[in-house]
């Protein structure tokens, strides 16, 4: 046991409690009678030093077992990762402290030694060398190619912001990597897009606390107040949307229609279609992500504040030059960090304003009292 718990080390990536699996005990007796025998004498041992480490605390021996009671037992598949290795780790700043102070926080306490936090990351030889090769010349004919192996290298870039060469190089190579981009959807899907509009990209999981309907709501109210003033100064925009749902997700199932029926609905419709349009890209993946990441301008990470694990696209749209607006939540409040905090477009709540309203909190109220948003 010493030697197991020496040799595993456990990566959470979700807070979300239907996603921290649960299996019930009947399924293990069926299928894995010699492994529930172990798990549970790994949990007889758990509770047996809660209780010596927390005498007279039956809830937190409850709420730590390793075994949910109930109408139908389960076996914690979580609590029994972090009891059965020598690490836990959460994969931004937020969550791992998240992690700690709510998912398994009887756990945490403990086992305080055992939590850490490991940030994800992506690789920039692949999001921006192989994606992106025109910035990434630019880049290179700057600083050298350091930066290919090292990142950091990237901050002497710093001295060539106000630069009108530099920053000529930069929009030159987003201007190529959107017409690349529009070339390739054109061919593949028949779908016409203008370069030279502002593109606005959420791809990602559809899932509600990653907010895909808020976003499509937002372009909803555009579009609602280019009919009513058709005189009003906005660039224009295209907006794209991709992902996929879990197979049993009906709710993501329908964001997913909404935003193809507002793309339709824009479409036909002479009064604002060079103006504004919405394309829900089918048949997400990383070839068509290394198409569209590098010619993105705006990168929405717009989900509920401390929701967000850490998110990986989010890097991958800095990365290749895209500005980010979203919540404080996962790895996007340490890149604001890196980046400097006036170059994020900070969004919505944080994750303690969240968690303080949740009890009085109604989007009802604001469908009552708010015309624009009725």
């Known amino acids: 046991w010493e030697l197991t718990r020496q040799t595993l080390a456990y990566t959470n990536h979700t807070l979300l409690p239907e996603a921290l699996e649960k299996w019930p005990l009947r399924w293990f007796e069926m299928l894995l009678p010699r492994h529930l025998e172990i798990v549970l004498e790994i949990d007889r041992r758990l509770v047996d030093e809660t209780r010596a480490r927390f005498p007279g605390d039956e809830g937190r021996v409850e709420r730590i077992s390793v075994v949910e009671q109930g109408t139908e037992p389960k076996v914690r598949m979580a609590n029994l990762a972090i009891v059965g290795s020598h690490s836990t780790n959460g994969v931004a700043a937020i969550h791992s402290a998240l992690l700690r102070a709510s998912t398994v926080k009887d756990l945490a306490e403990m086992f305080p030694e055992r939590f850490n936090n490991k940030t994800n990351g992506v690789t920039p030889r692949r999001w921006l060398l192989l994606a992106n090769p025109g910035l990434a010349g630019r880049i290179t004919a700057a600083i050298g190619e350091r930066w290919v192996t090292d990142l950091a290298e990237l901050a002497r870039l710093r001295p060539l912001a106000d630069d009108r060469g530099f920053r000529d190089a930069v929009r030159s190579a987003k201007r190529e990597a959107k017409t690349r981009f529009a070339d390739w959807l054109k061919t593949t899907a028949g779908l016409v897009v203008d370069p030279d509009s502002i593109f606005d990209s959420q791809v990602k999981r559809i899932h509600e606390y990653k907010r895909q309907l808020l976003n499509a709501l937002r372009v909803v109210v555009l579009y609602d107040r280019l009919r009513q003033n058709p005189a009003m100064?906005?660039?224009?925009?295209?907006?794209?949307?991709?992902?996929?749902?879990?197979?049993?997700?009906?709710?993501?199932?329908?964001?997913?229609?909404?935003?193809?029926?507002?793309?339709?609905?824009?479409?036909?419709?002479?009064?604002?279609?060079?103006?504004?349009?919405?394309?829900?890209?089918?048949?997400?993946?990383?070839?068509?992500?290394?198409?569209?990441?590098?010619?993105?301008?705006?990168?929405?990470?717009?989900?509920?504040?401390?929701?967000?694990?850490?998110?990986?696209?989010?890097?991958?749209?800095?990365?290749?030059?895209?500005?980010?607006?979203?919540?404080?939540?996962?790895?996007?409040?340490?890149?604001?960090?890196?980046?400097?905090?006036?170059?994020?477009?900070?969004?919505?709540?944080?994750?303690?304003?969240?968690?303080?309203?949740?009890?009085?909190?109604?989007p009802q109220w604001h469908y009552d009292h708010e015309p624009e948003t009725r």
């Open 233 to 362: 100064e906005m660039a224009p925009r295209t907006f794209f949307f991709a992902g996929k749902a879990a197979p049993a997700y009906h709710l993501a199932k329908l964001v997913i229609k909404l935003i193809n029926n507002l793309a339709g609905t824009i479409d036909g419709d002479p009064a604002v279609r060079e103006r504004l349009k919405v394309v829900f890209l089918p048949e997400y993946c990383v070839t068509m992500a290394e198409r569209l990441i590098p010619g993105t301008d705006v990168s929405n990470q717009i989900s509920t504040a401390g929701y967000e694990a850490s998110g990986t696209s989010n890097m991958k749209f800095m990365m290749n030059g895209a500005l980010t607006i979203g919540t404080r939540d996962g790895a996007t409040i340490e890149m604001a960090e890196a980046a400097g905090e006036e170059h994020f477009f900070l969004f919505g709540l944080t994750a303690e304003q969240v968690t303080g309203n949740r009890g009085w909190y109604s």
